[in-house]
């Protein structure tokens, strides 16, 4: 062997360097495996989720029919609509030991209301007492003077609201709100847009029932003028509050008090100002997104929704802002009180005033709303 033979056999070796981007032997099987089983369970996983749901959208029958209806865009809440947080002053009076005090009225001092589990009840002395319970016998002695089972001109009462009466007693005028939907369906009835409800008229005397107007979506809370010449209503789901005139040259026939409101309007109260205390659970809100004006143009999506979730789930979805409105006696905004969350004032449904202050009822709080009219 020669010397430059074994020159080249002793040459020492250069290291081998193995850099990160080279490729380690079986990596790429692994990672093909992996994003392999990620997608496969990822596709599972959607499948299993996307057929129950096709299934229920096709197979499931909604509870609603509902046809589109067309809003104004609502109100904005500027001048004395501005919104304020004035109904969070809002006292809680015999918390817990009532549920639902929606309707209010006084006689004297002495103050009564019903309840969402069918109890009147008077407020006296800082006391609850009930005095009547529907649904499981009267506590006291109780005078039907209308069955809810007797047809008014072909069609039963389904869901009997509020009432108004006249001074002397002899006339009742009061809402059913629907012959299809009961009290607890109430937001399938707002959704559906149902419009056959009816204002009615009671005569004590003659025992006659009369319709004064039909065709109303959600007719709920009545009141007559001062003097007794006109009935509000409030037409919850079309946020409107319709006039029917019973005396006057006007006898008979119908216009709009106010209409588009910036909210879903409930019961109705004479003010000492001479107007009207109109609250509202919700609100229209502009800017800003309205849940019901969207969907009132989209019977599709209702539909869906319903067959879908519950009353009480949907309810979840919806805007807690409490309003109260003191209209003028030509319908004009005098002055508002809010809640924008919801905090104090919960699911306001009617406004009595008395003796300087206003009392809020509810269809769910577990309370009795005290407001001085001092402080707002």
Request: hydrophobic fraction near 40%; charged fraction near 25%; charge should be negative.
């Amino acid at each position: 062997m020669s010397e430059a033979d074994g020159l080249r056999q002793r040459r020492p070796l250069r290291p081998r360097v193995v850099t990160d981007d080279r490729q380690i032997p079986g990596t790429k099987d692994c990672s093909s495996f992996s994003g392999r089983v990620f997608r496969v369970t990822f596709l599972m996983l959607a499948v299993s989720l996307t057929i129950p749901l096709l299934g229920a959208m096709v197979l499931l029958d909604s509870p609603i029919d509902p046809q589109p209806l067309s809003f104004k865009e609502p109100p904005r809440l500027l001048g004395v609509l501005q919104p304020n947080t004035k109904l969070r002053q809002v006292e809680r009076l015999f918390e817990n030991q009532l549920i639902g005090p929606e309707s209010i009225a006084n006689i004297g001092d002495v103050m009564f209301s019903g309840t969402a589990d069918g109890r009147v009840i008077k407020f006296e002395n800082g006391e609850v007492d009930t005095i009547a319970q529907f649904g499981s016998g009267p506590c006291s002695e109780v005078t039907l003077l209308l069955s809810s089972d007797t047809p008014i001109e072909g069609r039963k009462m389904s869901f009997v609201n509020d009432l108004t009466i006249t001074r002397d007693g002899r006339k009742i005028y009061f809402t059913d709100s629907s012959s299809k939907w009961q009290r607890r369906d109430y937001l399938l009835l707002v959704m559906e847009g149902t419009d056959d409800g009816r204002l009615l008229e009671y005569d004590t005397e003659t025992k006659e029932v009369k319709v004064l107007l039909d065709q109303l979506r959600f007719p709920n809370g009545v009141q007559l003028s001062p003097a007794e010449d006109f009935i509000l209503v409030a037409e919850t789901t079309m946020a409107r509050i319709r006039r029917f005139y019973v005396s006057g040259l006007m006898k008979g026939g119908a216009d709009l008090f106010v209409e588009n409101l910036p909210g879903f309007p409930d019961n109705i109260r004479p003010s000492s100002s001479g107007g009207y205390w109109v609250c509202m659970a919700t609100i229209r809100s502009t800017p800003g997104f309205s849940v019901l004006d969207f969907l009132s143009e989209r019977p599709s999506i209702k539909r869906m929704i319903f067959k879908l979730f519950s009353q009480e789930m949907v309810m979840k979805f919806l805007p807690w802002y409490s309003l109260v409105l003191e209209l003028s006696d030509s319908g004009a905004f005098w002055r508002s009180l809010h809640d924008p969350d919801g905090q104090a004032a919960i699911y306001v449904s009617e406004v009595h005033e008395h003796d300087r202050h206003l009392y809020l009822g509810s269809f769910k709080a577990p309370f009795l709303g005290r407001l001085s009219l001092q402080s707002v």
